[in-house]
């Protein structure tokens, strides 16, 4: 059972990224599908949330009107596209996968955003 992350890197301030988080293992579709962050000194913080169809998305104050989380379960993989993106979103970008029955985390990408 394995998630990957990737899409971080360095971008400027009001750049964007995608990240992709595929999965191996185990199928998403039946399963919560969650990015969270971590800066520097910070405790985990939960970015984005989609439901297992992907009607349903939730997402944290600060990442309203700029992130938006996406599925394909039949690639297996969820999505963050993020844009207008701020120095203050610099920070390891880890996504889960939970269910009544298991909760999976990848090993996270570093996202950093230069001034």
């Known amino acids: 059972v394995q998630l990957v992350e990737s899409g971080g890197g360095l971008v400027q301030s009001g750049g964007s990224l995608r990240l992709s988080c595929a999965a191996s293992?185990?199928?998403?579709?039946?399963?919560?599908m969650s990015w969270y962050r971590q800066a520097p000194g910070k405790e985990r913080e939960l970015v984005a949330t989609?439901?297992?169809?992907?009607?349903?998305?939730n997402y944290v104050d600060s990442s309203k009107g700029r992130f938006t989380i996406s599925r394909d379960n039949a690639k297996n993989t969820v999505y963050l596209q993020m844009n207008s993106l701020k120095p203050e979103d610099t920070a390891v970008y880890y996504c889960g996968a939970r269910n009544a029955w298991s909760d999976y985390w990848g090993q996270g990408t570093q996202v950093t955003v230069s001034s």
């Open positions: 989609i439901s297992i169809t992907g009607a349903r998305t």
């Open positions: 293992g185990f199928t998403i579709s039946t399963y919560t």
